[in-house]
């Protein structure tokens, strides 16, 4: 079976500072997702990329930058971290280009001081 | 505006009891609607799917129903244990999925 796996499970940042989070899969799924969860809102999109190289913004992008290098990778980049702000950020993927139910990873846990 | 809707942020039931989640949605067009688990440090895990021409899906003691007119569904958990206690999350999709606030749910021994 395959895996998703986002680098690093812990990130502490510091105000204003530029983060960026990682993710691979190895299922060779064509579309890749980054996902916030907030306490309380549920599961909001930030990006998603049809294919190597695409990107699509969802409803969360402002402040957001992120980069599908291959197609298995997909990467995400806080342009710049607020003080206090605390969120998991999770990675997913589906193997055609949206509708089918993501396939999430572990998730990132952003805590920023 | 939540095109997805769990009317619960939280559920407390006993052991043997069926949990009942339930979930409803604003965009008609929807035709796809996953449930997931997700516990504690861990990322969501899809549980168990429904497509909006069939009413009812089954998997072991996890039973979606479906209501296309009310455009609302219910997870029921038969004969709840402690382990399934974890936040649930009704998603509806189209050509992407929309997720739900989640239900937190609690089963005591």
């Known amino acids: 079976g395959g895996i998703i796996t986002q680098t690093p499970k812990f990130l502490i940042g510091q105000e204003g500072q530029k983060l960026t989070l990682k993710c691979q899969q190895n299922?060779?799924?064509?579309?890749m997702y980054w996902y916030r969860q907030d306490s309380g809102k549920g599961l909001r999109l930030i990006y998603y990329?049809?294919?190597?190289?695409?990107?699509q913004k969802g409803d969360l992008s402002e402040g957001y930058d992120a980069s599908r290098e291959k197609k298995s990778s997909f990467s995400l980049t806080v342009t710049s971290a607020q003080k206090n702000e605390m969120a998991v950020f999770l990675c997913a993927s589906t193997p055609g280009q949206g509708g089918q139910a993501p396939l999430f990873g572990e998730g990132t846990r952003l805590s920023v001081l | 505006q939540q095109q997805v809707r769990q009317s619960s942020q939280s559920l407390t039931v006993w052991e043997g009891e069926t949990a009942i989640l339930n979930c409803s949605y604003e965009n008609s067009a929807f035709d796809y609607f996953p449930w997931y688990q997700q516990f504690p440090g861990e990322g969501p895990a899809l549980l168990i799917a429904?497509?909006?021409?069939?009413d009812k899906k089954e998997d072991g003691r996890f039973t979606i129903f479906f209501n296309k007119r009310e455009k609302n569904l219910s997870l029921h958990i038969k004969d709840s244990q402690p382990g399934d206690s974890a936040t649930y999350f009704c998603?509806?999709?189209?050509?992407?999925?929309?997720f739900g606030t989640g239900t937190r749910l609690q089963v005591l021994p």
């Open positions: 299922f060779n799924h064509d579309t």
């Open positions: 998603a509806a999709s189209l050509n992407k999925v929309v």
């Open positions: 990329s049809i294919t190597e190289n695409d990107l």
């Open positions: 429904i497509r909006s021409v069939s």
